[in-house]
């Protein structure tokens, strides 16, 4: 596998970038959260990052006026271990370089599906990704190796914060993970040995392993 550029043809069938919006205030508040240094952090919403001008613009334009949270995921990550989709599309600025792990939720088969069919994409710091709500991804992984990121993610209120208990009627459900949170996890993941459903099969990627030759 390959990784390839967001800017290529390849990434439309996954999303778009978002293009107009003053990023300057909102990168700079990023860099003052929380990084550590084994595995990452997400925060589904933070103050800080929502008084800055473009969570209001996404709000009121993007999303269309839908309440909005804007919180982080930062830290280092070089695998894949889950994939997740939501009822919405989802957006990533990142601060530093990172690399997203990317399939169709077309592809799955009867609850699973083949990491092999899985692509992997670098976005350069700085940029704005709108990913789908058809679009399986996960964690942002290190753009660069052992560099470590931080990314400002939008996401309609309340999402991936506590579901509400209920009895599961059909085979999806078995999926939903988080409040407006369906997640497919690699047998071989720590979400896997936390009860999560099981739906990835093959490799559980390694993106220190893929070749680089892309340029952003």
Known sequence: ???QSVFSPAFARYGQILE???LQSLLEALKATEKPMNGTVYVPSDPLLERTGVFSALQDGFYGGMPLQMGYCNGFNAKLNCLEYHRSSEVNI????VVLLLAPLQALENGVLSTAGVEAFLVPAGAAVELYATTLHYAPCDGRPDAGFRVAIALPKGTNTQKRDFAAKTAEDRRLWAQNKWLLAHPDSPEAGQGAYVGLCGDNITVSGLRRNTIC
Do not use: R
Not at 94 to 97: K, S
């Open 1 to 3: 596998m390959t990784i």
């Open 20 to 22: 107009g919006y003053d």
């Open 94 to 97: 990142p601060a530093d370089d």
